[in-house]
C-alpha cells in the first residue's frame, strides 16, 4: 500500500481529537441495569402479531420519508397539539445533534446544568460550539440566581434542560424553566426522555413561547431498539430542522414497528406502570438497607450515593456477580460515590439488591 506521510488525526479538528467516543460497557453478564432500558418489550401475544406485521415490510423500498403514519400515531396518543409540530429522530440523540447542527457550531454557546445528560456537550464539541455547564447545587436542584446570571453572561445560542435529569433522576422548577425561556435569546430545550415515567410536561408551554422546544424517545418506553426520538416545536423551527434531517432517518422497521406499538399503547403504559411500582419498592428496600443515600426520582433509575464507601469498588464487585450497572463516580464532583441503578424485572431488582446488600 502506497502512503503518504501524512497523519489522518492532524486532520481531525481539535475539538474532535481532544474527545473520546462514548463509552458503553460492555455487558457480559445476566443483568442488565445500566441504560434505563425497560425490561420489558412486546408481550408474547403481541410479538407474535408484530412478527407478522414485520414479514410483510418491504425492506427494497425507502422508508417514508415524512413518517406521516407514525408522526399521527404519535400526535393521537400523546395528545400534541395542532399548534406543535413533530421532526422525528433516530433515537432523541439525533435530534440533540439536529437542534445543534442548525443553531450551534463555530462561535455558538451552548449551555446545560450539570450534571446533565453527556451527549448535550459531546455533540457540542464535535459541532466547535462552546459548551458551558452551569453546576447544580448539592440537592441536584438549579439555583436560580446562578442559573439565570448564567443565561444572561453567556447569551447561549441553545440551552438543554433533562425534565426530569439524567443521571439525577429530579425535576427542576418549571416556573425556573419559564424564566429561562423568557431571560434567553436562544433557543430553550427541554429534554423530556423520562416523560413516561414522570407524568409531567411542559408541552403546553412549548405551545405559548415560540423559543421552546420539547424532545422526547421512546427508548425508555420498551423501545430503545427501534431508535425512534420525536421533537415538538413550533413551524417556524420543524421548517429549519427539516432541511438537515436526513431523509430516511427512521427505517422501515421502526416506522412499522413503532406505529404498531403505539396502537397497543395502554398496554404499554402497563408495563410502565409496573417498572414504576418496581421502583418503588426498590427505594423502600435501599432506605432501608443502612449506608446509602437514596435521591428522589421521577425516571425509571435510582441514583445513590453509599456512604463511607467506594463506589467504584461496588461496581466492579456486582460487575463479577454479573449485574452491570452505571458508576457515577468520576463524571462530576457532585456525583462522587454514586451509582445509577436502572429499574429491571421484579427478579433482577432483587438479584441487584441482594448482591448490593452482600457489598455493604
Ligand atoms: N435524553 C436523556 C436525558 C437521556 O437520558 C437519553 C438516554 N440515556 C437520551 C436523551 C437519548 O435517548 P435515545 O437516543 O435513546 O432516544
Known amino acids: 500500500m502506497h502512503s503518504k506521510n501524512l497523519k489522518p488525526s492532524s486532520l481531525i479538528h481539535p475539538q474532535i481529537r481532544s ?4 463509552r458503553v460497557v460492555p455487558f457480559t453478564g445476566t443483568v442488565k441495569l445500566d441504560a434505563m432500558e425497560s425490561p420489558y418489550g412486546f408481550s408474547e401475544s403481541l410479538k407474535k402479531k408484530w412478527l407478522e406485521l414485520i414479514a410483510s415490510v418491504e425492506v427494497n423500498r425507502y422508508p417514508d420519508p415524512t413518517a406521516k403514519e407514525l408522526k399521527s400515531k404519535l400526535r393521537q396518543v400523546f395528545e400534541v397539539p395542532d399548534s406543535l409540530l413533530l421532526t422525528l429522530g433516530n433515537g432523541s440523540d439525533e435530534l440533540l445533534q439536529l437542534i445543534q447542527m442548525a443553531v450551534g457550531g463555530y462561535g455558538k454557546t451552548i449551555m446545560a ?3 446533565s445528560f453527556a451527549m448535550y456537550e459531546i455533540i457540542a464539541q464535535y459541532t466547535r460550539g462552546n459548551f458551558v455547564g452551569i453546576d447544580l447545587d448539592e440537592n441536584f436542584q438549579l439555583s436560580q ?4 446570571s448564567g443565561v444572561e453572561r453567556n447569551q447561549p445560542a441553545c440551552i438543554f434542560i433533562a425534565y426530569p435529569n439524567n443521571p439525577t433522576g429530579n425535576f427542576f422548577d418549571e416556573k425556573l424553566i419559564e424564566d429561562t425561556v423568557r431571560v434567553s435569546d436562544g433557543l430553550v430545550v427541554v429534554d423530556e426522555a423520562y416523560h413516561a415515567y414522570s407524568g409531567r410536561s411542559i408541552m403546553a408551554m412549548a405551545e405559548q413561547y415560540e423559543n421552546l422546544v420539547i424532545v422526547r424517545t421512546l ?23 427539516e432541511k438537515i434531517r436526513f431523509p430516511y432517518n427512521i427505517s422501515v422497521l421502526a416506522q412499522e414497528s413503532a406505529v404498531f406499538a403505539l396502537n397497543h399503547w395502554e398496554e404499554i403504559c402497563q408495563n410502565t406502570e409496573t417498572v414504576i411500582r418496581h421502583r418503588n419498592s426498590m427505594i423502600s428496600h435501599l432506605e432501608r438497607m443502612g449506608g446509602i443515600e437514596v435521591f428522589p426520582t421521577q425516571t425509571n ?3 445513590i450515593r453509599v456512604k463511607d464507601e ?3 469498588r461496588i461496581f466492579e464487585e456486582l460487575q ?12 462530576h464532583p457532585l456525583l462522587s460515590n454514586c451509582l445509577r441503578l436502572t429499574v ?3 427478579d433482577e431488582n432483587r438479584q441487584l439488591l441482594a448482591a448490593l446488600g452482600r457489598c455493604l
Not at 474527545?19 to 462514548?22: K, N, R, T, V
Not at 440566581?145 to 439565570?148: A, E, H, N
Not at 427508548?219 to 430542522?241: C, D, H, I, N
Open 310 to 312: 467506594n463506589a467504584t
Open 344 to 346: 429491571g424485572t421484579d
Open 320 to 331: 463479577l456477580d454479573g449485574i452491570l450497572i452505571k458508576n457515577l463516580h468520576g463524571y
Open 113 to 115: 446544568p450539570q450534571p
Open 219 to 241: 427508548s425508555k418506553s420498551g423501545f430503545a431498539g427501534l431508535r425512534v426520538g420525536y421533537m415538538m416545536s413550533q413551524p417556524s423551527w420543524s421548517t429549519e430542522f
Open 145 to 148: 440566581d446562578s442559573w439565570l
Open 301 to 303: 433509575f435510582v441514583t
Open 19 to 22: 474527545l473520546s467516543a462514548y
